[in-house]
């Protein structure tokens, strides 16, 4: 646009009169918050609109160019810019046009840092609306996208929302599935006028609630019991719904939102507050749909699923709360991750749906829940939000525009209240993630906190209290407790012989005695945890195993080391020492730690173990066990339990190296390096000496005790196919165990009855 003198008079009179600053003067913008919207945009390309005092609004195109939307593009977390867009090609908006004359040089972190006309001072039209498109590449500092709940001007918002039950059956029910919709707005709750209410508001909300669907109501019944208390005297329903402050006036959404904050929502009426907010309305009424994992397990009648059916083609990994972690499908038999290129909350929605949780909180990048293996699956996954599965989402197949493991989508779904958490806690730590576990039980019809008797007390246990409590992961689990004091009056065992499948929401869902046993009695042995937010995944390469295997025929007279540490099957013990040979299958192995944590060992250096054949300290007696079996499972030939020291062989440039055996060195596995055992050291093969020729299954598990947390322990288990001809031997098809496994939530106690052939 181009000034005539007697227009640019006219409009700095003009602007003199109602108090603004003349447009030659660019004013800086305050803290802005930006989206990219249009019909059919992606992600990362739309019309640019500016949220001011609590309205959308658009861009002008006059002098918006590349370094303009570079600018923007990195404020709303994308690397750069590629284009921009003038003539509204994303669409004309609607409401204000809040900026005009952008002028950026390139360089500011945000929209707000650069200059303009001022707040709605523009004499554009929305056909002239710009429109951005960023590169899709997430940049490294922007590491999720989460749901917002601002509302309105002066920082007010939508801060959550609760079902109020009114029926008596709706009460009792655990969680809450159906009742009236209560939302706090500006620290106060208000009621939700069901006028105009549709079946979409109800979806996002019990999405907020961790309910993937809704149901109809019935709202006669609602309406009969709404006027009886309407009319009661005793109740003051009748003043309160007068009051425009128990209300919010007006909700519209689409369906797709994470947060009934991004839907259109009117909390007052707009003719003013002398107009009744819900005039012959009443309260909003929602039923929701729980998940399989939070419904109560009734069995029922009715055509039993196909198997094609019961097989989830999606997971989370590696989360340390339940519904969360990083994204992985199954296709082509085979599991995968998804690239975090183009990804969502929208496609992050549909996900956590799909596993029976409600809408995505947070869509997170950058592999932040640790690094996946094999396949990358998808890219630039493209949901709608609408959809049932993420397969029925556009998507590119493969890895296309160079993802690797460094960009595995991650997610945190929304999940119901259960209860669980106020029913467990922790006394005497020195930190709150520490101390006894006290528990809430009911004891002869009464409820009741006490301790957990420490028989049988392991890390899945333990890892089961964490998670209930919502501290992570757990880091140990102590069965001598003396040193920390419970809480007074809740020193008595209430609760013994705990055995968890490690999939439970809550203690109180695992295994226990009926009548209360304890061996060892209620004080010191009372049950302890240890909590933490982040833990190590370590996983075997496979392709390294299958690569490096050959056979090799050993002299007794250099064996004597590993017969001393047991690395021999237990017929060397009757030759005739040191005449003869052992025929070993021996491989190289490298465990990566993929996880958020390093590897440590259990215990402190006080309590390692000198081996003077090898000169080192073991630090882990149990550290890997190498097995062959037959095809049905049965062992032919027990790989012995190897104890090694750990040390970072390996590190990527960059990453210095912290852990070495040598000196008495810190033993550990680094965050992103690996522990490599090569082929020629003793104890790094399998006795294959009594096998005869055949097919076989060639299996490593790493930390087969489970001594050391670590926050995914379906990837610790590898096999291969083996073929032996009495000469030769080949391997094949490695892989690590939940490579090609269709059940996503097979139990730590179920992986375990598998490695030890007892299913």
Not at 435 to 448: A, H, L
Request: with cysteine; proline share 4%; net charge neutral.
């Amino acid at each position: 646009m181009t000034w005539s003198p007697p227009a640019t008079l006219s409009v700095l009179l003009l602007l003199l009169l109602l108090g603004q600053a003349p447009p030659g003067r660019l004013q800086s913008l305050g803290t802005t918050k930006l989206r990219l919207v249009g019909a059919g945009s992606r992600p990362e390309e739309g019309r640019l609109e500016v949220l001011h005092q609590g309205q959308w609004g658009t861009v002008c195109d006059d002098s918006f160019a590349l370094q303009e939307a570079t600018v923007a593009c990195r404020q709303l977390g994308f690397e750069a810019a590629l284009t921009w867009a003038h003539s509204a090609k994303y669409g004309p908006g609607e409401g204000p046009i809040w900026l005009d004359n952008v002028h950026c040089v390139g360089t500011e972190s945000s929209l707000d840092q650069c200059q303009s006309n001022g707040w709605g001072v523009s004499d554009c039209s929305h056909s002239e609306d710009v429109g951005v498109v960023c590169h899709p590449q997430r940049h490294r500092g922007y590491l999720s996208e989460r749901v917002s709940n601002a509302l309105g001007p002066q920082g007010r918002r939508l801060e959550e929302v609760r079902l109020k039950p009114i029926l008596a059956r709706a009460k009792r029910r655990s969680p809450v599935t159906e009742g009236a919709v209560e939302v706090r707005y500006d620290g106060h709750w208000r009621q939700v006028c069901d006028q105009g209410w549709t079946r979409n508001n109800s979806k996002v909300v019990c999405g907020m609630l961790g309910f993937p669907s809704e149901t109809p109501v019935e709202d006669q019944y609602y309406r009969k019991i709404w006027n009886f208390k309407m009319k009661d005297p005793k109740l003051r329903l009748r003043s309160l719904t007068e009051k425009n402050s128990f209300w919010i006036h007006r909700v519209n959404c689409l369906g797709t939102e994470p947060h009934v904050a991004n839907c259109q929502v009117q909390v007052a009426p707009a003719r003013g507050k002398r107009q009744p907010a819900c005039l012959g309305g009443m309260h909003a009424v929602v039923s929701c749909v729980a998940g399989p994992r939070f419904r109560p397990q009734k069995a029922k009648p009715g055509r039993k699923k196909s198997r094609a059916e019961q097989e989830p083609k999606v997971r989370l990994r590696s989360g340390a709360q339940v519904g969360e972690g990083r994204v992985e499908v199954l296709m082509n038999n085979q599991w995968g991750t998804v690239c975090d290129h183009g990804w969502n909350l929208l496609s992050a929605s549909v996900l956590c749906r799909q596993l029976g949780f409600g809408s995505a909180r947070e869509a997170l990048f950058g592999a932040q829940m640790g690094q996946g293996l094999g396949p990358i699956h998808l890219t630039e996954v493209r949901c709608k939000g609408h959809e049932r599965t993420l397969s029925e989402c556009p998507a590119l197949r493969g890895s296309q525009n160079g993802c690797q493991h460094e960009n595995d989508a991650a997610v945190r779904c929304n999940v119901p209240n259960m209860g669980f958490q106020s029913q467990v806690r922790l006394a005497g730590g020195r930190t709150p993630e520490e101390g006894v576990v006290e528990v809430q039980v009911e004891v002869n019809g009464v409820q009741r906190w006490g301790a957990v008797c420490s028989d049988h007390w392991g890390l899945t246990e333990a890892m089961v209290t964490c998670r209930q409590l919502g501290l992570g992961f757990a880091n140990h689990a102590i069965k001598d407790t003396w040193y920390w004091q419970g809480t007074a009056g809740a020193g008595e065992v209430v609760m013994s012989g705990v055995r968890c499948a490690g999939t439970e929401l809550a203690l109180q869902q695992c295994q226990r005695h009926g009548p209360v046993h304890c061996s060892r009695g209620p004080g010191r042995f009372s049950a302890g945890v240890s909590c933490t937010d982040s833990a190590p995944d370590l996983v075997m390469n496979a392709q390294l195993v299958q690569e490096t295997a050959y056979l090799e025929d050993r002299p007794l007279s250099q064996l004597y080391c590993a017969h001393e540490e047991n690395c021999l099957s237990r017929s060397a013990d009757h030759m005739d020492w040191p005449y003869g040979y052992r025929r070993l299958l021996r491989f190289s192995s490298q465990i990566y730690n993929l996880g958020r944590a390093d590897f440590r060992p259990k215990t402190g250096r006080h309590s390692w173990i000198w081996h003077q054949c090898h000169q080192h300290y073991h630090s882990i007696e149990v550290f890997t066990h190498y097995d062959l079996l037959t095809l049905n499972g049965s062992k032919v030939a027990e790989g012995h339990k190897a104890s090694f020291c750990l040390e970072d062989t390996n590190c990527p440039t960059g990453l210095q190296r912290r852990y070495a055996c040598a000196n008495f060195g810190e033993q550990g596995v680094t965050v992103g390096c690996w522990d490599t055992y090569r082929h020629d050291i003793d104890c790094q093969w399998v006795d294959i000496t009594d096998v005869g020729p055949g097919d076989y299954i060639f299996q490593v598990v790493v930390n087969p005790k489970y001594e050391v947390a670590e926050s995914d322990f379906s990837n610790n288990m590898m096999q291969c196919r083996c073929k032996y001809d009495g000469h030769r031997v080949w391997l094949h098809n490695c892989h690590t165990g939940d490579s090609y496994r269709a059940n996503a939530e097979l139990s730590l106690e179920q992986e375990q009855r598998l490695r030890n052939n007892l299913i």
